[in-house]
């Protein structure tokens, strides 16, 4: 990939983690950044510092609005389709449809107008959700894929209109199932929950279930390496990996890392019992990762490290 000569779209690029893939981009020497987003879950405050760089663009709009899509996208080499309703945990609240306008309609939204286009690179986040529960180490051939979660079931969905629009139309991807991203920026999660509890009542923190979910960590800057490390090794094609971590984290040992952080003293930890945080969520989380340390990257810090490293993000931010 030489990036002198390449131009990148970046759907969902004001939002968490499309944000931070802006931040290294732009350090990466693309001759043309633009970010399309509709602001829903994404802030300008996170991509401000670069709206007076003439290599950097933004533009204000949904995926729903193809005919804005399809023209915006024009001219572009590389779509990094971060763009997504990404909290799964009440989806028993909220519309059933709602993952499918908001992540399925939408990705299909963004093949079809690279394809109307001649783009031939999409680069798409997706998420250990699709795996659903099991008790064996997810790894890239598990299966069958059977998601707990409308979100899971979305972004599972999303990879087989990428897979199909690769073998019909020649699109090269690079699809990343993600474990659980933290650092600054984050708008939701475990750790910004109890972060937020906590501001509102240092004596007091209420965990879902029973505290012992256990799950892997990545810290955010380590998925962006990730992800860039791969797409410069693997080029024509469609590619799969997971991004996680060796190890993994308990609820419990994140709310002390927090606690400590936060210097706190006779904190008066309640559960809502049970083995599951939600009706939904996979309380132990195995993500097998071989296949992305073969290809040579690992990540630098250990899931708890990654937690460590967030929280003190989150509470030093701006």
């Known amino acids: 990939m030489n990036q002198e000569k390449n131009r990148a779209f970046i759907t969902g690029g004001a939002g968490f983690i499309g944000s931070h893939l802006v931040d290294r981009l732009m350090t990466n020497n693309f001759k043309k950044i633009t970010v399309y987003d509709n602001l829903t879950d994404g802030s300008v405050s996170n991509i401000a510092h670069h709206l007076s760089n003439s290599t950097f663009h933004f533009i204000e709009g949904d995926l729903a609005d193809f005919d804005l899509l399809k023209e915006s996208i024009k001219g572009h080499d590389f779509i990094f389709h971060f763009a997504a309703n990404t909290d ?159 190890g993994s984290s308990e609820i419990n040992d994140i709310a002390k890392i927090i606690i400590k952080e936060m210097k706190l003293n006779e904190v008066r930890i309640n559960y809502t019992g049970g083995k599951k945080g939600w009706i939904n969520d996979v309380p132990i989380l195995k993500f097998n990762i071989r296949k992305l340390q073969e290809l040579g990257w690992t990540t630098e810090l250990t899931s708890d490290q990654a937690v460590k490293k967030a929280v003190i993000d989150l509470l030093t931010e701006k």
Request: glycine content about 8%.
């Open 88 to 246: 799964n945990r009440n989806e028993t609240e909220l519309p059933t449809d709602l993952q499918i306008k908001g992540n399925i309609q939408n990705t299909y939204n963004v093949l079809e107008a690279m394809r109307l286009n001649s783009i031939r690179n999409i680069i798409f986040p997706s998420s250990a959700t699709v795996y659903g529960d099991s008790n064996k180490p997810f790894a890239e051939n598990f299966g069958p894929l059977l998601p707990t979660s409308l979100y899971g079931a979305s972004k599972l969905t999303g990879e087989s209109f990428i897979s199909s629009f690769h073998y019909l139309f020649g699109i090269n991807a690079w699809i990343f199932r993600f474990s659980n991203i933290v650092g600054s920026r984050m708008n939701h999660g475990v750790i910004f929950d109890f972060i937020s509890k906590l501001k509102k009542n240092p004596k007091s923190l209420e965990i879902l279930g029973d505290g012992k979910q256990r799950k892997p960590f990545v810290h955010v800057q380590e998925c962006i390496d990730a992800i860039l490390y791969t797409i410069t090794r693997l080029e024509n094609g469609l590619h799969l990996f997971n991004i996680g971590v060796k």
